[in-house]
């Protein structure tokens, strides 16, 4: 069959498709966003009338996937790492009730924080719920896991993990599809208490997920992922990878046959007794993970109780953050490593900056104007292209932390007597998550000012729709704002004294004031216009 | 054989076109590529690069290997130093000269030229320039293109049926501007 080019994110994509997934649900975030982009444009997609809109976060997204499951069908969640935080409880809550249709989550980690606040691990949260998880290392492995999770998981019915990385996910190469697989049909759950978590049911449930680790454990070791190269010359080392360290330990014996005994895993919980046979055969291990050290802590926290050395990002040998990439694995295994010239001193940094004709801009200079009057440090704001406002010429915001935080941080400063509080926040995260923030505010009459900047668009990851589009000034309203006290403004320069003004003035109110300063982000417009040209 | 290519340059400025365009050609001669892109915060007007590996045998890592690379592509000039770690001794520098100044504290446009042009193997021109000299304004992007296909072993016909494929569904005078930057960079010496 044609091979296709694809990015990582859009082999995981096609590959659900062809094996009949009947749902994709999540919220952008990257590395993750092509995969729903991709459906969204994808003409199969669109005929088999397969869902593929934004949810509001990743919570309600993996609750609706978890719900499509329940209903028979396949389903597949997507996010970004920091969006499992978000989706946590689901996520945990869904190993306990377990899968009826086959149901992936796919969470795409950022090592190296490409765009990202942190680089946790997602195989943390893969090994705390229980669940199996699988790791593809290149883009065909991609398109291959999502038949394989779909089986794996309709066979023990159990939500199945696939983490990809940021390397990956935006990485492109050729992909062989196979035939495509019907879409299942709507069938309850045979066991009528399968999804009831009473702490009755629960525990049964429990130690149902206890004993079923050691079949995940015997799907791992024969898993087609997982690979044991174990019959090798020089064995002072073992080589374990994971994820794209396979690759890059290819790559540094280029194309000459690796002289240590070598096992790639894909595939968690990870293939203890094929370790097991490597560790004693080796003299030491070397452990090459992307990301945090997660196999090296399993194998040193227990699994060996002999004396050998095990290597990795644990003792150094491994820088302890950061992605891999083949110099790193090269110098870690002692192999000569190659390097040009160093970066000349007269290179200068390029941050990313606010689009030139911003609105985001011109509210900032605004508010700027309006805060003039008190010292640093009174506003919070939240994760979006509205970040780079921390940047000059602007220095506008004081803190980014998760989605949602701003609203909830200022009203925390507030109650604690700091005036005045602010916080800044854009349309998307608010969506997100500000809503149930506002709500606080307003249960204790805190006293803020809340902007929610109404740029129409999810503007950081490239452009998307969210749910509460059109629909801002109306939620405000009805959670209980005061009506004079949700003030909108069209951010353009000509409007400058009239927004200063609004600002001041909400400042001085002493409760829950929200500002929305409405203009569409110039690269959605030209978006826009571009295809309606076409 | 194998060609390993860093392409360089400021959000927006179009690498992923030339990425696409050899990716193209590299895949009608039957081999094969891998290609790692920047996307997110990056793309709003900060450095962006890709990796772009092509081969006719199995490529495994989609990272280039630092002191690897046997190009560094830049429609950029001080864009192109960044990847200098990359650069094999006996790498090419193909890159734009003209600026794009979105930092206050952009360097003395001498300097970074005196650092390309300490590289053996360089070729520093006006791309900007030469695009709007044949009026393909839009085309500065297969301008630095066409500097370098001959150093990567492609030959005109191999890119332009690239661009003839890639461009079609834009427009007849899309595709002729492309050509004549196609042609105007394989002139540069
Ligand atoms: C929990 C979580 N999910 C997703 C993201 C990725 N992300 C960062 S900013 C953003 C959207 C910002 O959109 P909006 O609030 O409308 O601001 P804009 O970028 O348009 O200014 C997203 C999805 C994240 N950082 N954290
Ligand atoms: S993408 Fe849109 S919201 Fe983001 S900086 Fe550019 S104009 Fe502003």
Redo the contacts between chains.
Sequence with gaps: MEKL?L?GDEALAQGALDAGVSGFYGYPG??S??IIEYVQKSRQAIEAGVHRTWSSNEKTATESAIGMSYAGKRAIVTMKHVGLNVAADPFMNSAMTGANGGLIITVADDPSM??SQNEQDSRYFGHFSMMPVLEPSNQQECYDMAFYGFELSEKYQMPVMIRLTT??S?????VSRRNPLPQNELKLPKDPVQYVLLPAIARRKYKKLIELQKDFMAESLASPFNEYMLEAPDTSKGIITTG?G???L???YR?TPIPHPVIKVCQYPPPIAKIHEMYDKCDSLYILEEGMPVLEEMLKGGNFKGTKPIHGRLDGTLSREGEL???KV?KALGLP????????E??????????VGCPHADSYLALNEAMKDYEKGHVFSDIG?YT?GFL?PYSAINSCVDMGASITMAKGAADSGLFPAVAVIGDSTFTHSGITGLLDCLYDKSNVVIVILDNSTTG???GQDYTAFGKLEKICAGLGVEPEHIRTFVPFKKNFDEMVQIFREEIAYEGVSVVIPIRECVQTLKRKHKQEAK | MKKDIILAGVGGQGILTIATLLGHAALARGWQLKQAEVHGMSQRGGDVQSHLRLSDSPIHSDLITMGKADMILSVEPMEALRYLPYLAADGWIIANSKPFKNIPNYPDEEAIYAEIKAIKNHKLFDADAIAEEIKARRSMNIVVLGAAITELGFGYEEIANSIQAIFKSKGESIVEANIRALEAGMKIK
């Design positions: 080019m990015l990257t590395p966003t092509e490409h765009s390397r990956l935006h990485s492109r190469s050729g794209l396979y690759n890059y290819r790559e540094v194309d990439n083949p110099n090269a490593d190659s390097y040009g010239k160093d970066i000349p007269i290179v200068a940094g390029r941050p990313p900056a606010l689009c292209c780079l000059p950081m990851t490239g």
